[in-house]
């Protein structure tokens, strides 16, 4: 049986602006999110949050589904 697929927002405040580095004690995670629009709500909550701040990134990301027997 296939369960279906969460989505987390994760993100933070990067070092610099090629952002592969977050400031430590920066990170956020929220979720998980059944869909992929309850998710895209939170991103743009968050984001427009802190949107004034240039190095702060957030980002969608899909789990992947499970097979359970």
């Not at 956020?28 to 004034?52: I, L, M, Y």
């Amino acid at each position: 049986m296939t369960k279906g697929s969460n989505f987390w927002v994760i993100g933070g405040e990067f070092g610099s602006m090629n952002f592969h580095k977050l400031v430590e004690g920066s990170a956020q995670v929220q979720g998980p999110f059944k869909t992929r629009t309850e998710a895209e709500d939170a991103w743009r909550t968050v984001s427009e949050e802190n949107r004034h701040k240039a190095g702060v990134r957030f980002s969608i990301v899909e789990e992947p589904s499970r097979v359970s027997a």
